[in-house]
């Protein structure tokens, strides 16, 4: 015979509450409202099984659940980007202003994408976000949008050069990331990639020379991630017009208009106006967007992109419509804010956050750091900043807390650069710090 223990009627782990009563707690209720039925049950059975260990007492199963919940209902989790990289890749670049995640969430029902409200007849899909694209760069006589800068690529070179060729400097031929190389990309559209230059220096002439009845188009690449500094030459967009052949120019950073801290990173008026017949760019790098491919140009080019067959597989949705429009239109963005902030008032922040957390026994100062743009474009620009500098096991705690905080190593110490910072999130920053320092 089959002699099980039971426990004592005595024993906790016999009044540990049912899942079906512990369902109706109104807390778990909203929390199923809102996330769905399987995370809330997934927290409800955590909870018990912690109460059947003797971890929590029967009559706190409730609140743990509660407090195992996760906070989304996905599995993207909100962090704070306290490591001063404005344009961190691994984050998702670029953070949406308040205006563009308004209008992500406005536009999140049915809305009229592509229907014209008076008259009732199918419209341009995203007009109004194309129009606010080309108010601000004038030079442009049209645009288009794609989901990301490598498709704009993909897209210019599929239908401009398939079969043909695009001539480009050694010195362009970038490597974005993650094994991720622009010569392949292009290849793989059926265009041939004719190769000019060295590394170091390429001439108008070297293009002069390779310009023949096969070529498409001159290919200028932006190094958005590497510089190269020395024996160097580069044509310029002004150099390659008077060749006579379209000159495509992948300004990689989507910075629309000059920006007076970043003189070395190209924008798309400047390049339109000096002859480009076309600019593709990223949308969630320096303009502060949603991700996406800016194809700015000549209209018969532009038309041309947006009339293949192509465009249709890489068309955006909705939300990144209206979140491109909301960038391009509204009030300043957390990148262009973290970009001009000023140092003196970050070391102030840090300063004050550095006393507060002082005074509750964190072993915490503030230092003067620098930041980056990151991969988002602007190599070897350094923003000066300051950041709270903690001791080295406090990173690993910062990202397993409740609210993540990413921050990074520097000299054995783990720095929270408050240029990534926005100042509305100091508090919560704080919180995160001493949640994790066990206060
Ligand atoms: C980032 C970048 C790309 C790729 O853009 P994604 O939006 O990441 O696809 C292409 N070219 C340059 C020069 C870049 O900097």
Redesign the pocket.
Known sequence: MDHQVEAPPSDPRRRVPRTDALLRDPRLREAAARLGEAPVKSAVRQAQERARRGAVAPEEVADTAVALLPRTAGGLRPVLNATGVLLHTNLGRAPLSAAARRAVAEAAGPTDVELDLTTGVRARRGRTALAALRERVPSAEAAHVVN????A?VLAATALAAGREIIVGRGEL?E?GDGFR?PDLLVSTGARLREVGTTNRTTPADYAAAVGERTAFVLK??P??FRITGFTRAADITELVPLGVPVVV?I??GLLAPHPLLPGEPDAETQLRAGAALVTA?G??LLGGP?C?LLLGAQDVVGTLARHPLARALRVDKLTLAALEATLTGPGTPTGEALTADPARLRQRAERIARALGADGVDVRAVDSEATVGG??APGVRLPSAALSLPERYAAALRAGADPVVGRLAGGRCLLDLRTVPEADDERLAAAVRSAAGR
Not at 148 to 151: D, H, K, L, P
Request: proline residues 0%.
């Open positions: 990301n800068g490598a498709a690529l970038v974005i622009l690449v932006h958005s991630n992948d990689g950073s990223s969630d790098k991700q491919g988002g474009g």
